[in-house]
């Protein structure tokens, strides 16, 4: 199976920061590579696809870059709407491994 | 717009066997292109893949599963089920059935989620 692990577990930020969660792999899998957003009592919603695609309908203050094993997402200027959990997700193979999460905490 | 809904039992009693449906409106089930997922996430901890099926395909499943799980298509209902066989606490989780989008030479994504079920496991 392929590891992503995710960095890091949790961070708290205020609006207007610029904030990084970074997903490595265990392996190489190129562009395989995806992020959702994951709040409380909610479905997961695909943020960036294809390790830097933005999905449609998504703000473009979320952004997604890398490759290999090493991956970012990056927020611009958080938002109070962004404050959730974020999961990176390798589509490589299967079976489809998620990292661990990344909770982004209000400061 | 497609969507997606779990249905079924939200106790199950141990070592019993928990079953799912997700019924898919708004796209076919059918569609070229698409595989049909389960996810589930225990309480307080991140997201598992379960397995996903094509319509027209044979599932895969997640390793740490497969002897238990079984999903299956049902085209002419439009919805796909999960099973799930010897349950123990330790499947308690909100299971979310899911669509997985194949695009270009064979990347792909979960582009559509159920809300989730609640499924737990107690006596």
């Known amino acids: 199976d392929i590891q992503m692990t995710q960095s890091p577990p949790s961070l708290s930020a205020s609006v207007g920061d610029r904030v990084t969660i970074t997903c490595r792999a265990s392996?190489?899998?190129?562009?395989?590579v995806n992020w959702y957003q994951k709040k409380p009592g909610k479905a997961p919603k695909v943020l960036i696809y294809?390790?830097?695609s933005l999905q449609s309908g998504v703000p473009s203050r979320f952004s997604g870059s890398g490759s290999g094993t090493d991956f970012t997402l990056t927020i611009s200027s958080l938002q109070p709407e962004d404050f959730a959990t974020y999961y990176c997700?390798?589509?490589?193979?299967?079976?489809?491994?998620f990292g661990q999460g990344t909770k982004v905490e209000i400061k | 717009q497609v969507q997606l809904q779990e249905s079924g039992p939200g106790l199950v009693k141990p070592s019993q066997t928990l079953s799912l449906t997700c019924t898919v409106s708004g796209a076919s089930i059918s569609s070229a292109g698409y595989y049909w997922s389960w996810i589930r996430q225990h309480p307080g901890k991140g997201l598992e893949w379960i397995g996903y099926?094509?319509?027209?395909?044979?599932?895969f499943y997640n390793p740490s599963l497969k002897s238990r799980v079984t999903i299956s298509v049902d085209t002419s209902k439009n919805q796909f089920s999960l099973r799930l066989t010897s349950v123990t606490a330790a499947d308690t989780a909100v299971y979310y059935c899911?669509?997985?989008?194949?695009?270009?030479?064979?990347?792909?994504?979960?582009?559509?989620w159920g809300q989730g079920a609640l499924v737990t496991v107690s006596s």
């Open positions: 997700q390798q589509s490589y193979n299967t079976p489809r491994m």
């Open positions: 294809g390790a830097a």
């Open positions: 899911a669509r997985e989008r194949f695009y270009d030479q064979n990347r792909s994504y979960l582009d559509s």
């Open positions: 392996q190489n899998i190129g562009d395989y």
């Open positions: 099926i094509y319509y027209s395909g044979s599932p």
